[in-house]
């Protein structure tokens, strides 16, 4: 009982940190439109991405966990229910946008890692609408699991 409990609880804070990270990106990557030579803005907004990136581990961790592990479900609940192929989906479409952002911020890594200063004007329009996109998409997500979670279009 307290292994499932942990491993829910882990995979709800996953989504809770995810929310907040991508959240404070959007804001972050705003705050470096508006002045992109401030390299404090740029800190943070490299710094909400890296917990972006770390959610996203925890929360592919905890979901194969759950999934997987048999400590709450079965996989076969999991895999013959509509709504967690739905869950999937819109998980894929949330990594399948974050492609572009996380090359982006790779190379911006990079560059601070040599002295330079990034880029950063350029494309960061995209950018917001993507992590626009990404937030709207994870805020989604939780309603879905729901849905999931109570047996919900079961096949």
Same mark, same amino acid.
């Given at each position: 009982?307290? +292994? %499932? $409990?942990?491993? *829910?609880? /882990?995979?709800?804070? !996953? #989504? ?22 401030? +390299? %404090? $803005?740029?800190? *943070?907004? /490299?710094?909400?991405? !890296? #917990? ?34 739905t869950k999937m ?67």
């Amino acid at each position: 009982m307290i +292994a %499932r $409990a942990c491993l *829910s609880a /882990l995979h709800v804070l !996953a #989504l809770g940190l995810g929310l907040g990270s991508v959240f404070a990106r959007g804001r972050r990557l705003r705050d470096v439109r508006r002045s992109p030579a401030d +390299a %404090r $803005a740029l800190a *943070s907004l /490299l710094q909400a991405d !890296a #917990l972006w990136g770390l959610a996203a581990l925890l929360w592919i961790l905890t979901g194969l966990g759950r999934v997987f592990g048999r400590l709450e479900k079965t996989p076969d609940f999991y895999l013959r229910n509509g709504f967690f192929w739905t869950k999937m989906a819109l998980f894929a479409l949330v990594f399948a946008l974050e492609i572009r952002p996380m090359l982006t911020f790779g190379r911006w890594r990079s560059a601070r890692k040599r002295g330079a200063m990034p880029e950063v004007d350029v494309g960061i329009d995209g950018l917001i609408r993507i992590n626009d996109a990404e937030t709207a998409l994870v805020i989604l997500i939780p309603f879905v699991a729901a849905l999931m979670a109570r047996g919900a279009w079961l096949f």
